[in-house]
């Protein structure tokens, strides 16, 4: 059992959660404009939107994506205290929506990979707790990451049952994203996951709804109803309020109900928080 899932908790309405790792612009050809991304950068704003205070992690490039992304962030109240600019190229990824979902045509990680230092565990160690993506690369950096706060690791659709029994022992909450699976398939990874001393494991399911359970109880909600436009940054949006909720204390199927209709917010308008900007990258031909 990883010690960080018994820290003692603090009793406070207002959850200080620390989304380290990946950030994008998310372009879209179609329209020639681009939003601010990534899972860890959608996850603290989602967090602020849900009540907490929230912080982010991560690196960028001196230009004009990187700029999109710290206005975005500033505007939103996330703080940016440990964000690096550094030499490079902003991360970006291409999106085609087709019937509403998201897809992703192309990406390339930029400067978004960085190594965690001594000051930022010092950082983190100042928060309820920290979340990071799988696809921020910082899996070789979890366990340092756990033993400073709760950690939040979304899997996104990794079902490699070794990568989840790696993981899953330093998870506070474990998150995966199921809807191109079975109800039975989903269960195997939350029962791996809790086998393997997930605290708490969460399953989104797209338009079927989600599952969160902590091996003694489970709770459903439905997907809430919208006038789908754009899937993205839905799932980021659905777990930040969970995790919200659950450092709040707050009952589950409250907590799952309240990201319900937050995931549905998101999946009404384009992009994963709002804040377009003509694409810089198109305009210079990349």
Do not use: I, K
Not at 102 to 128: E, I, N, Q
Not at 216 to 242: C, K, N
Not at 264 to 283: E, K, N, Y
């Amino acid at each position: 059992m990883n010690p960080a899932h018994d820290l003692p908790a603090r009793p406070r309405d207002v959850p200080h959660v620390l989304a380290a790792g990946d950030n994008v612009v998310d372009r879209y050809p179609a329209t020639g404009l681009c939003y601010p991304g990534g899972n860890c950068v959608n996850t603290a704003v989602a967090a602020v939107r849900a009540g907490a205070e929230a912080a982010y992690l991560g690196a960028v490039a001196p230009d004009a994506a990187g700029d999109l992304l710290r206005a975005a962030l500033a505007a939103e109240g996330v703080r940016t205290d440990r964000l690096r600019v550094v030499p490079g190229r902003t991360a970006h990824c291409v999106v085609e929506v087709v019937g509403g979902d998201r897809r992703f045509a192309s990406s390339d990680p930029g400067v978004s990979r960085f190594t965690p230092d001594a000051g930022d565990l010092a950082h983190a160690a100042g928060f309820d707790a920290v979340h990071v993506g799988r696809s921020s690369g910082l899996d070789g950096w979890l366990a340092a990451f756990a033993a400073a706060s709760r950690l939040s690791y979304d899997f996104a659709q990794d079902g490699d049952l070794d990568h989840v029994r790696r993981v899953a022992p330093l998870a506070w909450l474990a998150t995966f994203s199921t809807g191109h699976l079975g109800e039975d398939a989903a269960g195997d990874l939350a029962h791996a996951a809790l086998g393997a001393g997930a605290r708490w494991v969460l399953l989104t399911r797209g338009a079927a709804g989600a599952v969160l359970t902590d091996g003694t109880g489970t709770w459903r909600v439905p997907a809430a109803p919208v006038d789908l436009v754009d899937t993205l940054g839905a799932g980021d949006a659905f777990t930040a309020t969970v995790l919200v909720g659950l450092l709040r204390g707050t009952d589950p199927a409250a907590a799952l109900r309240a990201a319900a209709r937050a995931a549905a917010r998101t999946c009404s308008r384009p992009g994963a928080f709002g804040h377009p900007a003509p694409d810089p990258l198109a305009t210079a031909g990349v």
